[in-house]
């Protein structure tokens, strides 16, 4: 389950349902979904090939469907990282910075970790997510991510529009 860290009095939210309710006060959707059994295989392992990646990618489209149904995604990917991702340092920098996008920043986490930090309406928290936290980051909301310590996570993105995701600074 996310955890919610508030910068201005440090206050942490680790209770599910507090955790969604202070969210969805800030105009950011959370859900928690589990996966099925057929896919653990998958999550085991740190990296996967593309025909891995389209094989979770089915196994857990019942959330993409319903997704498309809710919303109006078009679609979706898995980004897999990890340590020995090449050039992760760099790929990861266009993120750690405050920026938005034009488009809903969607993620479902389906392994691994990692931080969102927000500022909206003066207040400054962070999010943490884990394995089947599922976040959606409203379109123009001031936000960075990273990765935490153990530096790798499996995220699903979802997209109505991908051009939609270029990140512009602020």
Not at 21 to 42: A, C, M, Q, S
Not at 51 to 62: A, F, R, S, Y
Not at 103 to 130: C, K, L, M
Request: a negative charge.
């Amino acid at each position: 389950m996310a955890t919610i860290t508030v910068t201005s009095n440090n206050n942490t939210i680790k209770d599910p349902k507090e955790v969604q309710e202070f969210l969805k006060k800030h105009g950011i959707e959370y859900r928690h979904w589990t996966t099925t059994p057929d896919v653990e295989n998958l999550l085991s392992k740190q990296s996967l090939n593309d025909e891995e990646k389209e094989e979770l990618l089915k196994g857990i489209d019942n959330r993409f469907q319903e997704l498309k149904s809710e919303y109006g995604y078009q679609t979706r990917d898995l980004i897999v990282l990890h340590p020995d991702v090449p050039g992760l340092p760099d790929m990861l920098a266009k993120f750690d910075k405050m920026h938005y996008h034009t488009d809903d920043e969607v993620r479902y986490i389906v392994d691994g970790t990692g931080i969102f930090g927000f500022s909206i309406n003066g207040e400054n928290f962070t999010v943490q997510v884990e394995r089947n936290d599922f976040i959606s980051v409203p379109k123009n909301t001031h936000h960075w991510f990273k990765l935490d310590e153990k530096m790798r996570i499996k995220a699903v993105r979802y997209f109505i529009d991908m051009s939609g995701w270029t990140p512009h600074y602020v």
